[in-house]
Nanobody, 128 residues
Framework: QVQLVESGGGLVQAGGSLRLSCAASGRTFSDYAMGWFCQAPGKEREFVAAINWSGGSTYYADSVKGRFTISRDNAKNTVYLQMNSLKPEDTGVYYC?????????????????????WGQGTQVTVSS
């Protein structure tokens, strides 16, 4: 499995921006599609965004479309989540996750159960 480490979380006012990073190690990063999830207090982990192995295809939850952008740099083994126009309801622990894509076409996965590897998470708090 690939090892994942998130960073970039913090406290921001509503309307502000944050950029999360997720550094991967241990396996060939480009063998994996990647996803971001958010877990708010007392709630289940929810899908936010996904990206295929090359970065050429992306997919978003309706709640973040037009505000968040997922991207990746395979040379740096890193996936990013640019979050703009943040809202208090975006508050939670953000996790990146990896799912093996090598040798098969990409189909965006919104279910956390489909992902093979997870990072430890980074806290994002949006104040009103």
């Amino acid at each position: 499995q690939v090892q994942l480490v998130e960073s970039g979380g913090g406290l921001v006012q509503a309307g502000g921006s944050l950029r999360l990073s997720c550094a991967a190690s241990g396996r060939t990063f480009s063998d994996y599609a990647m996803g971001w999830f958010c877990q708010a207090p007392g709630k289940e982990r929810e899908f936010v965004a996904a990206i295929n192995w090359s970065g050429g295809s992306t997919y978003y939850a309706d709640s973040v479309k037009g505000r968040f952008t997922i991207s990746r740099d395979n040379a740096k083994n890193t996936v990013y989540l640019q979050m703009n126009s943040l809202k208090p309801e975006d508050t939670g622990v953000y996790y990146c996750a990896a799912i093996t894509q090598y040798g098969r076409p990409w189909s965006p996965q919104e279910s956390a159960d489909e992902y093979d590897s997870w990072g430890q998470g980074t806290q994002v708090t949006v104040s009103s």
